[in-house]
């Protein structure tokens, strides 16, 4: 990206957001990290949205051949590129008034959401010198994968040696997961292919079949089943021996969330629409989850597979049992950016722009307020022994609290942290900031691999 690229983009979001001082404060937190960062890209995305949706008009001859642009390179997975596109969109709607139809404007909006949320899906991350898009633990905890744009996985043991790079790829690797046994690797790519590897870096079969990126890569928590998803608006279910078993169909929106539940049998989606799908195993939709009135962000089972938590922009959580019906409403005093339970299942914590983490119990009461960070909250996640809570934030800190409340420890960062993650073991503590993984013991020393 060019410096006048980067300064258009500087101006354009200056503008959109100089009528609150909260969205300007938090609008420069985001210019100084908006190539790096994709979930800055989301807020970036949703406050542009608060700012225009009420004048969001424009040339239609302009606004059209914009949006043809970004969707040629998005096609091109020129992802940044065309970022300025549906930006310079917005632009000529503020300036042009009524003069555009409602479909022009309509096609701004989705070109923009698109740019958006592919660049989420690939969580792009930065470790030393290699642009990392995944990076997870083996459930034994002593293997480290990452997913790079070099179009390869690299896999690590806990001294920070590399053990196996897999080259095979023709694509940036968007995805990395284990197989719950630990003995397979998962890798997706934009090259529209998945690859399973063994741990000795072995290629055992690529799975063919998606027609676009894939940005989504789940393991059934049996091990018997892999479940991806793909810009093509699709998620393909297949076997451990790489054959096709079902495919599911978004074929306006696609897909943005993907998880299986405990017991392997249900897997829930999402998309852009708001709402959340149950599927069976065999690829029949079971239930639509409705209720949300904005984009969610976040989907999970309770251990116990009873329960789905639904995180939203609309300021609220939903917990609805398994058959799509609503058993209590969590509302927030802001957008929640993420949702989970605890390993016991009995306490939800979510992650909100109001700078908070806020734990809750099943029945919806809350129980505490975990406040101390300064800008808003990215992630949350429990220690595998339930006992401790990290949560991550824009405002460069990564913070340890106990189930009470209290905060334990904080970690400091160069940079804004969009993601955080303990090791399978809770000894590691992996952050994602806007231009590395960092990992920590639970003292606050670092543990980054070497390169």
């Known amino acids: 990206m060019t410096l006048f690229e980067r300064d258009f983009i500087n101006v354009s979001v200056k503008q959109l957001f100089k009528e609150q001082s909260r969205r300007r404060r938090i609008t420069q937190a985001l210019i100084s990290s908006l190539v790096a960062a994709p979930i800055l890209l989301r807020f970036a995305f949703w406050q542009w949205q608060q700012a225009s949706l009420q004048q969001f008009h424009a040339e239609n001859e302009e606004v059209l ?13 020129a992802e940044l590129d065309a970022l300025l596109y549906p930006l310079k969109a917005g632009k000529n709607l503020r300036k042009y008034g009524q003069a555009v139809n409602v479909n022009n404007s309509t096609k701004a909006i989705v070109d923009l959401e698109s740019v958006v949320y592919g660049l989420t899906e690939h969580n792009r991350l930065s470790s030393h010198s290699d642009d990392v898009n995944s990076l997870v633990f083996s459930p034994d905890g ?4 990452f997913g790079n744009d ?15 790079t897999l080259s095979g790829h023709n694509g940036l690797v968007t995805r990395v997961v284990f ?62 021996s790489g054959q096709l078993l079902h495919t599911l169909s978004e074929p306006y929106y696609g897909f943005t969330l993907l998880v299986f539940s405990p017991d392997s049998k249900t897997i829930a989606t999402g998309n852009k629409d708001h709402i959340v799908k ?16 904005h984009y969610i962000t976040s989907v999970v089972f309770s251990p116990d597979g009873k329960t789905i938590a639904t995180a939203s922009w609309d300021n609220t959580v939903k917990l609805w049992n398994r058959s799509g019906q609503v058993l209590q409403t969590l509302s927030d005093d802001g957008p929640v950016e993420g949702v989970v339970f605890s390993p016991d299942g009995k306490t939800i914590a979510t992650a909100s722009w109001d700078n908070t983490v806020k734990l809750w119990n099943r029945s919806g009461q809350l129980l505490h307020t975990l406040s101390g960070h300064s800008d808003y909250v990215t992630s949350v996640a429990f220690s595998p022994d339930g006992k401790t809570i ?10 340890l609290w106990n189930r009470s409340g209290q905060l334990l420890q904080t970690l400091s960062e160069p940079s804004p942290v969009t993601g955080v993650v303990f090791s399978p073991d809770g000894k590691t503590i992996a952050t994602a900031s806007v231009d590395k993984i960092i990992l920590w013991n639970l003292s606050g020393q670092l543990r980054t691999p070497k390169k």
Not at 142 to 145: D, V
Not at 150 to 159: G, H
């Open 65 to 77: 051949a914009q949006s043809v642009t970004t969707e040629n390179l998005l096609t091109s997975a």
């Open 142 to 145: 002593k293997t480290t994968a």
């Open 150 to 164: 070099d179009n390869t996985v690299k896999l690590w043991n806990r001294s920070g040696q590399l053990l196996h």
């Open 179 to 240: 197989s719950p046994d630990g003995k397979t690797i998962a890798s997706a790519s934009n090259d529209s292919t998945v690859k399973l590897w063994n741990l000795s870096g072995q290629l055992l079969h690529t799975l063919s079949g998606h027609s676009g990126p894939v940005t989504r890569l789940v393991f059934s928590p049996d091990g018997t089943t892999i479940a991806s998803a793909s810009d093509d608006t699709t998620v393909k279910l297949w076997n451990r």
């Open 278 to 293: 149950l599927w069976n195993r065999s690829g029949q939709l079971l239930h639509t989850l409705s209720g949300h009135s």
């Open 390 to 399: 990290v949560t991550a934030s824009v405002d460069k800190t990564v913070k």
